[in-house]
Structure formats: C-alpha cells, structure tokens
C-alpha cells in the first residue's frame, strides 16, 4: 500500500486505485468485452493514449487486479489477465452500468451487455463472474459447474451485436 494515502477509509483507498476514469474503462474492457493485449485496450472507444494506458495497467498489476504474461503465441505481446479481486468488482460495474442506464443517453450498444447482466439477476452476475475465472484463472477456478446453453458472455456479446444492428449509422 502507498505510503501517501490520505486515509486509510475504504472509499478513499479505493479512489487512490480507480479514482481516474481511465483505469475503470481499462477494467470495464477486459471484464466486458474480453480485451486481453495492449492492442485491443489501446483500440477502446473512448480512444486512450498509450502511455496513458501504460500507466493504468501498471497500476492495475502492482495493486494486483490484473496480472502481465508473455503471450505464447508471439514473443513480443503480453495477456492481461483478471485477478480474483477485479473479478469481484463485476456487481458493481454491472451497478455503474445500470445508474448511467437509468439516468444517462446511453448508446444501446453500450447498454445491451449491461441488461443481460440486469435481466438475469444475482445468477447471470454469479455465472458471469465464473466465466471470467475460467477464462483468467483457469478451470479450476470456476465456483460452480459451467450450465447447459448458452454462456452469458455469449448472450452479452449477441445483444451487443444486435444492438449495433439496430444503431444508425454503423
């Protein structure tokens, strides 16, 4: 922990990691739309800087929300992966998500991953969060077997697809 925190309050140590908006759209892309490499984060719609972006995802590995590998499949890449705590902050993007839907000109698009979440209740966000230990920490990780059927990352990302169809312009 830093040494230059003005409280040790809950709600401040937190601001002191997501207190910018850049390292929770960092989050929000790997939790929501699966962007594992600095390619795919940097490529994000609000368009962030590289050495912004450098310096989020450090932050975001050295308070231990996401951890840095070499990619196997190219020497020069590295993955970004979830760690148990940002995988538990999921209710509370899907939270995020639901006040800026309620009170907010949301784009549909934007919307749509978020109402799946919403439409399936504590179940959906239970079997999400799964999904996101299977695919960042493993197998193993995995709390409850995966169900029949679709997974809910598909359904989020079919429902982001087709509001992007009904979107103008795109």
Known sequence: MRKDTRSRCP??????????????????????????????????????????????????????????????????KVVYSLTEPAIQLVPVFAQLGAWGTRHLPVAEEYAARGQVLAAGGESALEAFMDELRETHLGPEARLKPAPDGPTITARMQDAYAAALDHTPGT
């Open 11 to 76: 709600i401040n140590l937190s601001l002191e990691i997501f207190g910018d908006r850049w390292t929770l759209l960092v989050l929000r892309d790997v939790i929501y739309t699966g962007a594992r490499h600095f390619r795919e984060l940097l490529n994000g719609p609000e368009r962030i800087s590289s050495n912004i972006l450098a310096d989020r995802l450090a932050v975001l590995v050295e308070h231990g929300l996401l951890t840095k590998a070499e990619d196997p499949s190219h020497k020069q």
